[in-house]
T-cell receptor
Framework: DTAVSQTPKYLVTQMGNDKSIKCEQN?????MYWYKQDSKKFLKIMFS???????INETVPNRFSPKSPDKAHLNLHINSLELGDSAVYFC????????????????FGEGSRLTVL | RKEVEQDPGPFNVPEGATVAFNCTYS??????FFWYRQDCRKEPKLLMS???SGNEDGRFTAQLNRASQYISLLIRDSKLSDSATYLC????????????FGKGTTLSVSS
């Protein structure tokens, strides 16, 4: 049973297209994330949702729009794709246990490798 | 100054060697600290938490120095299977939802 699953694993598309990546977790976690890992392997947080509410929105272009229909799903839609969007996008989840208590364990999906031509 | 800084390496060591990685963080209000491991073309996975008193898990020892805002990971008796990228992770908020990753240190263990 895959804990955090994201689809598609690979995505090759042309500049200017719109694409979506889906993510689902079956761990019962309250918090989900999108991270971007670029060619230099730097893993940067993009968004964080807690119980379907956006709690972190780092400086990303507004062409990127996350959507959380329920706490088990966090999808990422990207409009007008650009060459610089090529990267591996990781979805993750964690259980935020409340003030002062957190295991710090993020469970990652296997990543979605996006290539923009 | 970057929030979490690590020496990117690569560290190339023979099997059996002891190797140490360092990490510094800029936000003195950081709450919690961790080391993650990422194998090539795989997702990151939690290796161990880092406690103020220092903690050990088999061949791995993690240390935290809050005064110097410095975290370390020591690997003893390196194995080929330890070859990976090691990511230092800092949690900025008490709810534990703001995890910031360092760029990672690459370790290559050879026979």
């Amino acid at each position: 049973d895959t804990a955090v699953s994201q689809t598609p694993k690979y995505l090759v598309t042309q500049m200017g297209n719109d694409k979506s990546i889906k993510c689902e977790q079956n761990l019962g976690h309250d918090t989900m994330y999108w991270y971007k890992q670029d060619s230099k392997k730097f893993l940067k947080i993009m968004f964080s949702y807690n119980n379907k509410e956006l709690i972190i929105n780092e400086t990303v272009p507004n062409r990127f729009s996350p959507k959380s229909p329920d706490k088990a799903h966090l999808n990422l839609h990207i409009n007008s794709l650009e060459l610089g969007d090529s990267a591996v996008y990781f979805c993750a989840s964690s259980q935020a246990l409340g003030e002062g208590v957190n295991t710090g364990e993020l469970f990652f999906g296997e990543g979605s490798r996006l290539t923009v031509l | 100054r970057k929030e979490v800084e690590q020496d990117p390496g690569p560290f190339n060591v023979p099997e059996g060697a002891t190797v140490a990685f360092n990490c510094t963080y800029s936000n003195s209000a950081s709450q919690s600290f961790f080391w993650y491991r990422q194998d090539c073309r795989k997702e990151p996975k939690l290796l161990m938490s880092v406690y103020s008193s220092g903690n050990e898990d088999g061949r791995f020892t993690a240390q935290l120095n809050r005064a110097s805002q410095y975290i370390s990971l020591l690997i003893r008796d390196s194995k080929l299977s330890d070859s990976a990228t090691y990511l230092c992770v800092v949690i900025l908020n008490q709810a534990g939802t703001a995890l910031i990753f360092g760029k990672g240190t690459t370790l290559s263990v050879s026979s």
